[in-house]
């Protein structure tokens, strides 16, 4: 077991850290920790145009291969860059469902002219992209979508209709890719395709989801024979399934590292807070702040164990399986202890009529980690069926 | 960054574990805990001469493996799983680590080649009723002609019975904290040291009382400066601590294993029980606790073994070893209880095996400060100093 980085890897750290210290700045000053989870709708223009300044300096899809306008960069690399990134305040990243799951998706299972066509966008920073999955049956049981597509032998083009929900930044992204039933009489994971939809068309409408912080991240989006080309299918049809959760695998835990800086970041206000306010003294919450404490750095050795790519047992990887029970139940928890630390002050919105602050909405918004991304529920059964062995539910 | 075991490591790991399994079964550790001694003398020499367990992490030059501390905690883990019963902890946890620590050339030489050589040895510094910081350190030692007088009385010393060694911390008199702290190294069979087995609670690893009357010992004991060895101790109580850590790891383990296989052997309104969401949930929340507690102690491993060497990394050693030893304490209490509850009414007997956990997992949380006690010296560094 070694925990240092190689003296390369500390070099391309320094790299980054220069250039945004350099770029981070000026103009793009107040979009630094904006924008990120529960922040999705804060300066979205300022945003898109920080995304097309990374491209510039070629910090846009670093894992990509260099064929495909990326770095290559090793996982270290990009353990490295996240980290960075997030302890510079970059901002909420417009363009990680393009460059983290689109790009690998289309690089892994999609033809030439897919990666052609939509590659440069995403890498250029321009082309934003969401994801349709859930739809109002279609939340943990992902395999009972019912949005359908048809080919029209006439126009060439396949017809889509239905709707998807909890749609991220819909209203801001160019594409969205759907997985929608080209087999009308199939069921669960048979018989469905993968789809890459223009948003800017007559048959697609987008409704914003108002949240309990008063924001809206997410949205529903509706589908009325929308179009898109014979060749904007992803595999063939009723291979859907397959890239579907194909594209979920790419999600392969480079950006945790980053995403717990943010979290660094929001304990160590709640730290600040503590101590200006007295909280600091009272014992009960001095254990809860170490507690956080613990399991934010426990956090973090076990992504590092997950990036090492080792078990135990080398095989299963049981510290990935936990991942996400794990960093969803802490953040909550990280939740509460702010508004505990704040005391009476935690009540009070700072901007009228709902204009809440950054620990707040973190307070409120944490309790959607626990359900997106698959419940801490559906979690457990994962967890106990596939690393324990125990019985599988019983499926419909 | 290879946080992984190496190809060495996992074939270590893998073999104290097959020894284990065969060595250290139910019916050992029953044998064994029923008696004051605490473990078998046949045992321990085929652990301590032929496998040459306790020399691990001891250099090459003083007759040890000249291994890491990554080894250590894998050794430790396994052993967590089958509750060996052996003076391992107090051996190399406590007293190998202070002498790699605190000892001279002179100490090391003499000391740890007995220890390779299968001897045993353990660390004697809490005062009755105390908690494990320097407050705890009561005895006391006065310089006296060429040497020290050392008198004291120490409980909750592990196997402190039987050591064949002790290191032992006293304090200069009337100096309080970090102050006047002085280390010994010494034979247990040294005159004015009286030693007296007490029953615990956890009946896989025994304490002992230890009294020290007019103790006369050369200035050769001493561990490095007299009066300035608080450093060097509270180094050895986290090198330490991170090696229990590890055996607590093993215990959580094996408390989720037992429970899903019996689970998954028990059948009720006509299925397996562990079938229903209910035990499926509290079984994934086991998972969760000790993959966690896993990343803590091999974390905490890796820290250690720099902390040894001297490496950049060993700064953050009393930080690892306190998030290790919090969480860990906290995974294997969490686990063996749960595991009780998942076993159901057997769970509570003493037939079973789950209980022998439970009670392993309390004594090693108490061990060098529990969670609440880990997490306050955390808050102080974290909510004490200056700047947030």
Known sequence: MKLSFSPEDELFREEVANWLADNLCGEFEPIRFRGGPGDEHSFVEERKAWEQKLAEGGWTCIGWPKQYGGRAASVEQQVIFNEEYARAGGPGRMGHIGETLMGPTLIAFGNAAQREHYLPGIRAGREFWCQGYSEPSAGSDLANVKTRARFDEGTGQWQISGQKVWTSLAHESQYVFVIARTDPDSSAHKGLGFFLVAMDQPGVTVRPIEQLTGTSEFNEVFFDDAVCDADDIVGAPGEGWKVAMGLLGFERGVSTLGQQMLFQNELDEIVRVAKANGAACDPALRQRIAEAHIGLRIMRFNSMRMLSGGGDDGSLQKEAMIYKLYWSSWHRNLGKLAMDVLGAESEIVPEAPYGLSRLQSMYLFTRADTIYGGTNQIQRNIIAERALGMPREPRG | ?388
């Open chain 2, 1 to 388: 960054m290879e946080f992984r075991f190496t190809e060495e490591q996992q074939m270590i790991r893998d073999t104290a574990e097959a020894f284990l399994a065969e060595v250290s079964t139910a019916a050992a550790v029953r044998e064994a805990m029923a008696t004051e001694r605490g473990y078998s003398d046949a045992l321990w020499q085929q652990i301590s001469e032929e496998l040459m367990w306790p020399a691990l992490h001891i250099p090459e030059a003083f007759g040890g493996l000249g291994l890491g501390f990554v080894e250590l905690a894998a050794m430790q883990e396994q052993m967590g799983r089958t509750l060996l019963c052996a003076p391992f902890l107090s051996t190399v946890g406590f007293a190998v680590n202070a002498l790699l620590v605190a000892g001279n050339e002179a100490q090391q030489t003499a000391y740890l080649g007995d220890i390779a050589a299968g001897k045993t040895a353990t660390l004697a510094f809490m005062a009755p009723g105390s908690r494990p910081d320097a407050a705890a350190i009561q005895a006391t030692c006065r310089s006296e002609g060429d040497g020290f007088v050392l008198d004291g009385e120490y409980r909750y010393v592990l196997d402190g019975h039987t050591a064949d060694i002790l290191v032992l911390a006293a304090r200069a008199p009337g100096s309080v904290g970090t102050e006047g702290v002085s280390l010994f190294v010494l034979p247990a069979s040294t005159a004015g040291i009286s030693r007296e087995w007490l029953p615990t609670m956890d009946q896989t690893r025994k304490q002992a009382r230890i009294v020290l009357e007019n103790v006369q010992v050369e200035r050769s004991a001493c561990m490095g400066e007299a009066g300035q060895a608080w450093p060097a101790l509270a180094k050895t109580l986290d090198l330490a601590a991170i090696a229990l850590a590890a055996e607590q790891v093993g215990v959580a383990q094996q408390a989720l294993d037992s429970s899903v296989a019996y689970t998954t052997e028990r059948v009720q309104f006509g299925r397996t029980i562990a079938s229903y969401q209910a035990i499926k949930h509290k079984a994934a929340d086991m998972m969760l606790k000790v993959e966690a507690a896993r990343s803590a102690a091999y974390y905490a491993a890796c820290i250690a073994d720099e902390a040894l060497a001297g490496g950049p990394l060993g700064s953050g050693l009393a930080e690892a070893a306190s998030i290790a030893k919090a969480y860990c304490s906290e995974a294997a209490f969490f686990n063996t209880g749960c595991g009780i509850q998942l076993h159901g009414g057997v769970g509570i007997t003493s037939e079973y095996d789950i209980q022998l956990y439970f009670k392993r997992a309390k004594s090693a949380e108490t061990l060098l400060g529990d969670t609440a006690w880990h997490r306050e010296r955390l808050a102080q560094q974290l909510l004490d100093g200056g700047e947030a």
